[in-house]
């Protein structure tokens, strides 16, 4: 598609539920990446694929957190017993290349996904 | 990480009037981009700088990249309502780096 899709647009969970959240990046674009954005307006970089492969997950937390971009399926990012800190809107990006200066680098993002844990 | 410190951190102008907002970085970035988020949505680009020293326009809006590449700003001409938002300014080396964010208000 022309636009990043991201489902669902909220989510809430319980203490130490598990929650799944989708994204599809726009077609043709090769990497996909999810940004983790917190009450104060913070944004936190957390994984970031090449197609299926990941590319970068130095900001992913080392437990509960998962992604996963498998061809011809929307990638997902996954969090096994969810705690009160995850809650946060989670945004998908996506860009054609990476690396270097050029506009095929350009991000652009989802409408996001709302997650509250209670 | 990357820290960019971003001002102010928020903003109340009158409809017409000029803004200004800035952001500066320890660290060097290769593109500075500047993006605009509104309520319940995901960050839109406005502009994306890729040189040095660079400036760069999309109608009202105008953003340069310092020429140490650790610093931009970003100019708003004769605001209008509809430029209430939250700016965000960005470093990209592979993923992003954001700055804190600067909320904009615009009286009419």
């Known amino acids: 598609g022309e636009e990043v899709a991201q489902t669902p647009k909220h989510l809430v969970r319980g203490e130490g539920q598990k929650a799944k959240l989708y994204c599809a990046p726009i077609k043709g674009h090769s990497y996909v990446f999810w940004y983790q954005q917190v009450l104060k307006n913070e944004f936190k970089f957390l994984i970031s694929?090449?197609?299926?492969?990941?590319?970068?997950e130095t900001g992913m937390p080392k437990e509960r957190f998962s992604a996963k971009c498998l061809p011809n399926s929307p990638c997902s990012l996954e969090i096994q017993a969810t705690k009160l800190e995850d809650s946060a809107v989670y945004f998908c990006?996506?860009?054609?290349?990476?690396?270097?200066?050029?506009?095929?680098?350009?991000?652009?993002f989802g409408p996001g996904t709302r997650l509250t844990v209670l | 990480g990357q820290q960019l410190n971003q001002s102010p951190q928020s903003m109340f102008i009158q409809e017409g009037e000029d803004v200004s907002m800035n952001c500066t970085s320890s660290?060097?970035?290769?593109?500075w981009l500047w993006y605009k988020q509104e309520p319940g949505e995901g960050p839109v680009l406005l502009i994306a700088l890729y040189k040095a020293g660079e400036l760069t326009s999309n109608g009202r809006l105008t953003a340069q990249f310092g020429i140490t590449r650790k610093d931009s700003f970003l100019n708003i001409s004769a605001s209008i309502p509809s430029d209430v938002g939250i700016y965000f300014c960005?470093?990209?080396?592979?993923?992003?780096?954001f700055g804190t964010g600067t909320r904009l208000t615009v009286i009419p």
């Open positions: 990006a996506s860009s054609q290349s990476i690396g270097g200066t050029s506009s095929y680098n350009e991000q652009f």
């Open positions: 960005a470093g990209q080396l592979n993923n992003l780096f």
């Open positions: 660290s060097i970035f290769n593109t």
């Open positions: 694929f090449q197609n299926e492969n990941v590319f970068d």
